[in-house]
């Protein structure tokens, strides 16, 4: 799925910007135009989001052999009425931002995206809670008294078809995402894996990523907690399409790289892009 960025926070910040999903053993989304970006320094809680850690075969949950469980990554994607998808944008863009920006809120809006390859007229986006589960109750409570919050529901709710989310924990060898100016392509490409395969997966593509890191293109990697189980989601950002082409062509000329890709490919029923 190709998406444009709404906005990307950078901390990562864009405004509702583009992306192309995927779902590898699946279909393919893509948005336009970016939301937030994430800000990195000392301290900066970004700095804790992803670290290195070797993956070994399971001796212990996935939450815990794969994650640094401190960060939770709540998926919001809405399918929008096609007349109201302006209406969307520009009523998306003032609430989300002050959401993001209210310091007592214990989340911040990472990414923000609408289609524009893929399934048409949805958007997606990606909140992240600093202090997991915990701030994910807390947040919900919080909205709950937001007369302004509750307005915008009630509004949004007359222009959408469907909405769904999911929670997720992101992958600790991935790495920290780099900030990022807006006017990126981002594709989504989620994968959903056999039960009893997620260390594999983590295994294969941790030797995998090192093949896709030249061009900062891999922004983010993450697995389903609350929602579907055994889903995967890769985020990844290019200037265009083109360049895309050019990364990913490169990439094969990488030794690993084919290995990492026969393996993603063999045994797993759906893939979306």
Known sequence: MALKSLRVVAEMRGFLGKLCCSESLGPTRC?????????????KWIDKLLHVKQ????????????????????????????DRMGDYI???????????????YPCRLFGSWSTAFGQQDQAVHVWVYEDGYRSVKHMSELLWEDKEYLQ?????GEMLVSRS??????????????????GN??????????????IEWANNWSRGISHRREQDEAVAGMFCQIGDLYVVHHLWAYKDLQTR???????????????????TGKGYPVMVN
């Open 185 to 198: 392509l981002y594709e989504l490409r989620s994968y959903h894996l056999r039960p009893g395969t997620l």
């Open 245 to 263: 082409k050019d990364i990913r062509e490169a990439a094969w000329r990488k030794p690993g790289w084919d290995e990492c890709v026969a393996y």
């Open 55 to 82: 993956v070994e075969p399971a001796t212990e949950s996935h939450s815990k052999a794969l994650t640094n469980k401190e960060f939770v990554f709540e998926m919001q994607v809405h399918n929008i009425k096609p």
């Open 152 to 156: 915008y529901k009630k509004k949004r």
């Open 31 to 43: 948005f336009s135009r970016s939301i937030p970006a994430m800000v990195s320094g000392p301290g």
């Open 165 to 182: 989310n999911e929670l997720l924990l992101p992958f600790s060898f991935w790495g920290q995402p780099p900030e990022r100016e807006p």
């Open 90 to 104: 520009t009523l998306a863009e003032h609430h989300l931002t002050r959401v993001h920006e209210m310091e007592h």
